[in-house]
């Protein structure tokens, strides 16, 4: 009794001791929100996702594909929200590359809710995905975007019934003005609070649609309960039913008996075709909530979208506007973003380059050292740099392009010629900047919506000629065919235009046999883009390619210097190892040198225009040096040092717009 007294005594001193001692705080981390937001295209998601996330968006891509993904986490009143931009969809049925990626992402990934992006002035269409959505049983919260611009045109929405017949919570946005955006944040934290309370209103598809879904999720719960865990019942049963091959696949039911029985009755009553009965049975759905929820003007007034599209769209002049456009977005992106790129191009061939050699100099770095920096790793990084000014000007116009509505009118333009080679009308864009630069052209493939396209039209953009080869063919156009030098340099270009039309038409037949994927294309109304949000996206592009071709461009010149000076020690480049590759494939690649550069005098140097490359060739077999062609501003000079005339007065036509010299470099 004694000994059980003292322990209990002991243990009260304890709890005393514990009780007077300060209790130690450990910080409580917050609970992440995952939030997937789904919606049409030009629906005004990504404004949306921009106007709340700003700059703290992160752009990926989806694992596996080319597919944009962007992501924005922050912390709104004490909770932290995680938004995942799901690829723009008109359906979750597997079509398109986008529609699967966002279908397996809310099935499989399983988010807290899912925020609805819809388009007001288009609540009919928008609500055939709504009503896909509400089948996964995740609570929905949608935002019903561009509001402000229905009502403009006199359409009333009745949201509180939307709510009500859907079982979800409705937010009036606008993106470009940044209006219900706290609203939906406020709405995405009180559903994430009470998500069985939130949870979505199950539709009713019909009596006999009804019977076959329970009858399916009924037959599945006893074969296969292993499924109940990785997908919802109902869905399930519902994809199941429509013969969705990629659901039959990943669970292994195709053909199973205990589909056939269920579809008996359905079959019977309503034919064979089950997917089109479900998708008119969702349609019906959503045109049915449209009529009650929504009020048109009577008088209905022609929208200056309209009047403008009777003169864009016009079968005589749509195409001729759309090269105007062209022109002028080509014309403003290398004229605005040349004098940028050279000042970048001279500020790291001059100072920083100095500055570098000056700074190693001072802590006695070895001569390889040097060169290794100033050639390898600063030489790539400005070989990067040089194109960061077009390649941000390219997309800021292409981006000004899709925010205003016309890009999906140029597709329009373009997509019959397109269909001949196996494309659609907006691979046409980054196959014609491919006259511009390559690189900047299979850059914009990344607009293009699935991957068949974007890897067809990479493969035929190389066909197009760019500036970078223009030099070349002045030199060999004046070495083999000097009389008839326009007519050639003409027949060069269109040459490579059928090419491409040929390569596309074997490319379609072979490589990417089979028939092309179900194109939609929306010609949206025009609107004029927020320059906050052209910003927000012509970054995001741009710093994709800074960090994926950055790095693989300065990888390769620094690559490039170590072939150059291996092995260590090698005096002359032509020794080094890729000097000794270049001395095996020259006898296949030299022209007659000095054909090349007299014949290149004769032709109207006067009218290209600087800087052009330079052009080298080597000399005979001797090896003992290079023909460098360098074609500048100032005076045209043989190697003799002749003059043919300042002022231009030598060259064919006397005319004198540009002066011009021709100077030789050998090469050690």
Request: glycine share 8%; charged share 20%.
């Amino acid at each position: 009794m004694s000994a059980q007294l003292k322990n209990k005594q002991t243990a009260n001193g304890a709890d005393a001791v514990q009780s007077d001692a300060k209790p130690t705080l450990h910080p409580v981390a917050k609970r992440t929100i995952t939030v997937a937001v789904a919606g049409n295209p030009n629906s005004g998601k990504s404004t949306l996702i921009n106007a709340i996330a700003g700059t703290r968006l992160q752009v990926g891509n989806w694992a596996g594909v080319t597919v944009e993904k962007k992501e924005a986490s922050f912390d709104y009143q004490g909770s932290k929200i995680r938004l995942v931009d799901l690829p723009g969809t008109y359906s979750l049925s597997p079509y398109t590359q986008e529609e699967i990626i966002a279908r397996d992402y809310l099935v499989h990934e399983r988010p807290d809710l899912i925020v609805n992006v819809v388009d007001a002035t288009n609540l009919e269409r928008n609500l055939y995905l709504t009503v896909q959505l509400l089948e996964l049983g995740i609570p929905v919260v949608m935002a019903l975007n561009i509001y402000d611009e229905a009502e403009a045109k006199g359409y009333r929405i009745n949201v509180a019934g939307i709510e009500r017949m859907l079982g979800i919570t409705v937010v009036p946005t606008s993106a470009t003005k940044k209006t219900g955006l706290d609203e939906l944040l406020g709405s995405v934290l009180s559903t994430a609070n009470d998500l069985v309370g939130h949870a979505p209103a199950k539709l009713n598809y019909g009596t006999d649609m009804e019977c076959a879904v329970e009858s399916v999720a009924g037959a599945l719960e006893k074969s296969y309960p292993q499924l109940a865990d990785k997908y919802p019942a109902r869905w399930l049963a519902l994809k199941l039913m429509e013969g969705d091959s990629h659901v039959h696949e990943e669970t292994g039911i195709g053909g199973s008996a205990l589909l056939d029985e269920a579809l008996h009755h359905l079959r019977s009553a309503h034919g064979e075709d089950i997917e089109a009965l479900m998708a008119d049975t969702r349609y019906s759905l959503a045109t049915g909530l449209t009529r009650e929820v929504l009020e048109k003007p009577e008088l209905r007034k022609m929208e200056i979208t309209e009047k403008i599209d009777r003169v864009v769209l016009n079968r005589f002049l749509g195409i001729p506007i759309f090269l105007a456009a062209m022109w002028v977005m080509f014309k403003l992106t290398f004229d605005l973003s040349k004098p940028y790129g050279d000042w970048i191009g001279d500020m790291i061939s001059g100072p920083f380059k100095h500055w570098a050699e000056t700074l190693i100099g001072f802590v006695h770095a070895p001569a390889w050292t040097v060169s290794l920096v100033t050639d390898g790793i600063i030489a790539g990084v400005g070989n990067v740099l040089v194109f960061v000014p077009v390649i941000f000007a390219m997309m800021f116009f292409i981006t000004f392009l899709e925010g205003s509505g016309y890009m999906a009118r140029a597709a329009f333009v373009m997509d019959r010629a397109m269909h001949s080679i196996g494309l659609h009308g907006k691979s046409f864009i980054p196959m014609l900047l491919g006259f511009g630069c390559n690189v900047p052209a299979i850059y914009a493939t990344r607009t293009l919506e699935n991957q068949r396209d974007k890897a067809l039209t990479a493969l035929l953009i190389p066909l197009m000629s760019c500036g970078a080869r223009l030099p070349v063919y002045v030199v060999f156009i004046g070495a083999f065919f000097p009389t008839h030098a326009g007519t050639v340099l003409w027949s060069l270009y269109v040459m490579g235009i059928a090419l491409a039309i040929m390569m596309g038409m074997v490319f379609k037949r072979t490589l990417f046999k089979g028939e092309a994927p179900m194109f939609i294309m929306e010609l949206p109304p025009y609107r004029m883009p927020s320059f906050r949000s052209l910003c927000i996206h012509t970054w995001e592009k741009g710093k994709h390619f800074l960090v994926k071709a950055g790095t693989y461009i300065l990888a390769v010149s620094v690559l490039v210097w170590f072939l150059l000076n291996l092995p260590w020690g090698v005096e002359h480049k032509k020794d080094s190892y890729l000097g000794k590759v270049g001395q095996v494939t020259a006898p296949i690649m030299a022209p007659r040198a000095e054909g090349a550069v007299h014949a290149a005098c004769r032709i109207r140097l006067h009218r290209l225009r600087p800087p052009l490359h330079a052009v080298r060739h080597r000399r005979g077999g001797d090896g003992a040096g290079v023909r460098h062609l360098e074609v500048v501003r100032d005076r045209v000079c043989l190697s003799d040092g002749s003059r043919l005339g300042d002022g231009g007065a030598g060259l064919p036509g006397g005319e004198t717009p540009r002066t011009w010299r021709l100077t030789w470099e050998p090469m050690t």
